[in-house]
C-alpha cells in the first residue's frame, strides 16, 4: 500500500451504510485535494511502494499486464466486429517542420520504449509480450493536401484517409501495434496522426509522455544535438512482471475484500430510456459524438469543485449520476470509470504504455439528497476505488461468481474519464482525440471529458445499436442545464433540479416517445 493509499484509507474509509448517511463530512483539504487532482488527472505517483520495480530476469518473457491482458481475452472474445481498442489522437503542429528530423525523433522514441515494438504471443497457453528488435530509421506516411483548393476538402479528405486506418485491426500477434500518418495540410500546418492499439497507450501516454519527448528530442535533432533525454530505468514489461508478483496474497485479499462488500447484493442494471430494445448479445458497435461546453460553464464546475474541496472529475462524476438518477429514477447506480492504477508507481510516471484498470463506482441515492450530498458520497466513493483499483473487474467477477449476461457488462454499462492535461511545450504543437471513431464501442455509453484553457470539450462514444444520435444531443443539452444549475445552488435537492424544457421528450422502454415526468 503506498502511504498516500494509507492516508486516503484512514480518512477516508468506511463501510457503506456509513459513507452514504453522513452528509456533513467536511471536504478534502487543499493539500490533500491537490495530491488526489494530480493522482486522478496526471496519473502522477502518489507515493512509492514498498516493494521496487526492477528489470524482469533476460531469460524469461514478459507477461501481459492484468489489465493488458483483459483486453486481449475481450478482444479475442469478439472476433468479427469492429475493433474495440483501437485509439486515434492527432499532434497538430503549427510553424515549418523538418520531416526527417521528426521521423528521427520518433524512431528514438520506439527504440527507447519496448512497448511501442511489442506484439502478443502465446506460450504454454499464455499470452506474453515479444519484443521485436529497434530500428534506426522510421518513415512517416506522408499526405500532402496542399493542392486541394480549400480547407474544407483537405479536411474531408484527411478525414477520409485516417478513418480508413483506424478502422483497419490490428493484428496482435505479428504487430505492430501502432499507426502513424503525417498530412501536410498547407505550407505552415501539418497533422501527425497517431492510431494505437490500446493495450500499449493511455492518457498519460499520448497527452503527455509522447508529445514531450517527441518535442524534446526534435529540438535537440534539429540543432544538431544528441537526445537529452535520461535512459529509461524500467520498461513496461518489468511492470508487468512486478505486477504479477506483487499483486498476490494480502494485497489482493484485501482489495477483493473491499469489492465484494462494495458489490455485495444484487448489482443495478442501468434501465437508461434508449428508446431501443437491447440484444441479446452485445454488438459492441459505436459511433463517436464531439461536444465543447461554453466557456462560462467550465468556470463555474471548477469554481463549484474548489468551493467544495473535490476535484473537477469528481463534480463532472456526480453531475453524471445525478443526471441518469433524474433519467432512470434509480437509487442505486454505477459507473465505470478507468482509473489509472499503474501510474501510481514512481517508476512507470515517464513510460508509454497501458496502466488503466477499470472501476465501478457505486452510488446511493437514497434519501432525495442535494447535489452537495452527492458530491460528498462521489468522494468517497472515488477515494475508495483508487485505494482498491489494482485488481481487474473479471477477476472481480470470477471472486463473486456473478452469472455471466451476453447482453451486458456484468458491473457497469455506462463509464466517464477526465483526460490528462497536456505539458508545457516550446514550440507550437498540441495534442487533440480524434473524432474519427473504429466503429466500435466497448461500453454502452463512454464520456470523456477534456479540460483546455478554451473550455471543457470531450467526446460521446455510444453503441448505434441502443442510442440515437438525437438521444445523445440531447443528453448533451440536459447536462449542461443541469450542471449550469447545480453551480448556481449546490444546495437543492437532485429531484428539484431543472434540466428540461417543456417541449422535451425522452423515448421509453418500449420504443415510443413518451412525455417525461414533471422535471421541467
Not at 26 to 55: Q, W
Request: aromatic share 10%; proline share 7%.
Amino acid at each position: 500500500m503506498t502511504s498516500a493509499q494509507a492516508v486516503f484509507r484512514k480518512d477516508f474509509k468506511m463501510d457503506r451504510n456509513e459513507a452514504f448517511s453522513t452528509p456533513d463530512v467536511a471536504p478534502l483539504s487543499e493539500a490533500k485535494r491537490k495530491l488526489l487532482e494530480k493522482y486522478l488527472r496526471e496519473g502522477g505517483a502518489v507515493a512509492a511502494r514498498e516493494s521496487v520495480i526492477t528489470r524482469r530476469p533476460s531469460a524469461e518473457p514478459a507477461p501481459l499486464s492484468l489489465s493488458q491482458e483483459q483486453l486481449w481475452l475481450r478482444e479475442r472474445g469478439t472476433h468479427g466486429i469492429p475493433p474495440l481498442y483501437n485509439e486515434c489522437v492527432v499532434l497538430r503542429m503549427s510553424g515549418p517542420l523538418d520531416v526527417p528530423v521528426l521521423e528521427h525523433g520518433f524512431a528514438e522514441i520506439i527504440r527507447r520504449h519496448e512497448i511501442w515494438r511489442t506484439s502478443y504471443v502465446t506460450s504454454n497457453g499464455q499470452p506474453v509480450q515479444f519484443v521485436h528488435p529497434a530500428s534506426d530509421e522510421f518513415r512517416l506516411q506522408l499526405l500532402d493536401l496542399r493542392s486541394l483548393p480549400t480547407s474544407a476538402r483537405r479536411e474531408a479528405e484527411a478525414q477520409r484517409v485516417i478513418g480508413d486506418m483506424v478502422r483497419q485491426p490490428f493484428d496482435l500477434k505479428e504487430g505492430p501495434l501502432l499507426r502513424a500518418r503525417l498530412v501536410r495540410m498547407d505550407d505552415s500546418e501539418h497533422r501527425l496522426f497517431l492510431c494505437a492499439h490500446l493495450s500499449i497507450v493511455d492518457g498519460v501516454s499520448v497527452y503527455q509522455v509522447f508529445p514531450s519527448e517527441l518535442a524534446t528530442l526534435y529540438s535537440a535533432y534539429a540543432s544538431g544535438r544528441p537526445s537529452p533525454l535520461p535512459p529509461l530505468t524500467v520498461q513496461f514489461g518489468d511492470y508487468a512482471y512486478w505486477q504479477r508478483q506483487w499483486l498476490q496474497g494480502r494485497e489482493m485479499a484485501e482489495q477483493v475484500a473491499y469489492w465484494r462488500k462494495q458489490l455485495a447484493g444484487q448489482l443495478p442494471a442501468l434501465n437508461w430510456p434508449t428508446g431501443r430494445t437491447r440484444p441479446a448479445r452485445e454488438t459492441f458497435r459505436g459511433t463517436i459524438r464531439s461536444f465543447a461546453f461554453p466557456k462560462y460553464l467550465g468556470e463555474a464546475v471548477k469554481a463549484l469543485g474548489k468551493q467544495e474541496g473535490v476535484t473537477l472529475f469528481m463534480t463532472l462524476l456526480a453531475a453524471f449520476v445525478a443526471l441518469l438518477h433524474r433519467y432512470t429514477e434509480q437509487e442505486d447506480i454505477i459507473v465505470g470509470t478507468p482509473s489509472p492504477a499503474g501510474r501510481k508507481r514512481s517508476e512507470v510516471q515517464k513510460l508509454l504504455g497501458y496502466f488503466l484498470n477499470p472501476v465501478a463506482l457505486r452510488f446511493d441515492l437514497a434519501g432525495k439528497p442535494s447535489f452537495r450530498e452527492l458530491l460528498r458520497r462521489t468522494q468517497r466513493a472515488t477515494l475508495e476505488a483508487i485505494s482498491n483499483d489494482d485488481v481487474p473487474m473479471e477477476t472481480l467477477a470470477q471472486e463473486l461468481k456473478l452469472k455471466p449476461d451476453a447482453s451486458r457488462n456484468p458491473f457497469f454499462t455506462v463509464a466517464i474519464s477526465l483526460q490528462p492535461p497536456m505539458p508545457q511545450l516550446d514550440m507550437e504543437w498540441s495534442v487533440t482525440s480524434m473524432d474519427i471513431e473504429s466503429g466500435g464501442a466497448p461500453w454502452d455509453l463512454y464520456v470523456a471529458f477534456i479540460e483546455r484553457t478554451e473550455g471543457i470539450m470531450g467526446r460521446v462514444q455510444y453503441n448505434t445499436d441502443l442510442f440515437e444520435p438525437e438521444t445523445i444531443t440531447r443528453m448533451l443539452e440536459h447536462f449542461q442545464r443541469l450542471l449550469k444549475n447545480v453551480s448556481a445552488n449546490p444546495t437543492q435537492r437532485l429531484s428539484e433540479v431543472k434540466f428540461l424544457s417543456s417541449r422535451d421528450r425522452l423515448p421509453s422502454s418500449n420504443g415510443a416517445e413518451g412525455r417525461l415526468r414533471n422535471f421541467a
